[in-house]
């Protein structure tokens, strides 16, 4: 029961970029999933406000859409968000959903572009340049990180 909580803008593809070229990082990370078979994946991005679960999930390759287990909840919808939290909407997100699912005592990490998203020095962060998104560079260090936890 380990979760990566995964952002999509700046991490599965650049950001900005053109359409055509949406999720053009996601083979990269799809190899990361493949060899890190104990993580499933909770989408963080914006992209859950106007996509329905399983339209994302369909993003993903058949062998792996069973580890997309959900996505988090919209900040202004929690309630009793930590006052330590407060500034730092997608980690209240991610906290929220591990609470929820009875995951607090298990490992998790995030994958983002956006740092400021998230308490500084956090070490449950994975921060990925969003000019670039997810790079096979990116890839292995993200593999080691998540054997590491």
């Given at each position: 029961?380990?979760?990566?909580?995964?952002?999509?803008?700046?991490?599965?593809?650049?950001?900005?970029?053109?359409?055509?070229?949406?999720?053009?990082?996601?083979?990269?990370?799809?190899?990361?999933?493949?060899?890190?078979?104990?993580?499933?994946?909770?989408?963080?991005?914006?992209?859950?406000f106007q996509v329905p679960l399983d339209d994302l999930r369909a993003r993903?390759?058949?062998?792996?859409?069973?580890?997309?287990?959900?996505?988090?909840?919209?900040?202004?919808?929690?309630?009793?968000?930590?006052?330590?939290?407060?500034?730092?909407?997608?980690?209240?997100?991610?906290n929220a959903w591990l609470r929820a699912n009875e995951r607090v005592v298990?490992?998790?990490?995030?994958?983002?572009?956006?740092?400021?998203?998230?308490?500084?020095?956090?070490?449950?962060?994975?921060?990925?340049?969003?000019?670039?998104?997810?790079?096979?560079?990116?890839?292995?260090?993200?593999?080691?990180?998540?054997?590491?936890?």
């Amino acid at each position: 029961m380990r979760t990566i909580f995964l952002d999509f803008d700046g991490v599965l593809h650049p950001e900005p970029c053109h359409a055509s070229r949406h999720f053009c990082c996601l083979p990269v990370f799809e190899q990361v999933l493949r060899r890190t078979p104990e993580w499933e994946v909770v989408i963080t991005s914006t992209w859950r406000f106007q996509v329905p679960l399983d339209d994302l999930r369909a993003r993903f390759s058949p062998d792996l859409i069973h580890r997309i287990v959900g996505v988090t909840a919209k900040f202004s919808q929690l309630e009793n968000v930590p006052e330590s939290l407060q500034a730092f909407e997608r980690e209240a997100e991610c906290n929220a959903w591990l609470r929820a699912n009875e995951r607090v005592v298990f490992p998790w990490l995030a994958i983002d572009d956006r740092s400021w998203l998230y308490r500084p020095f956090n070490r449950f962060l994975f921060l990925v340049d969003g000019k670039t998104g997810m790079t096979a560079a990116n890839a292995e260090a993200l593999i080691e990180k998540l054997r590491s936890l």
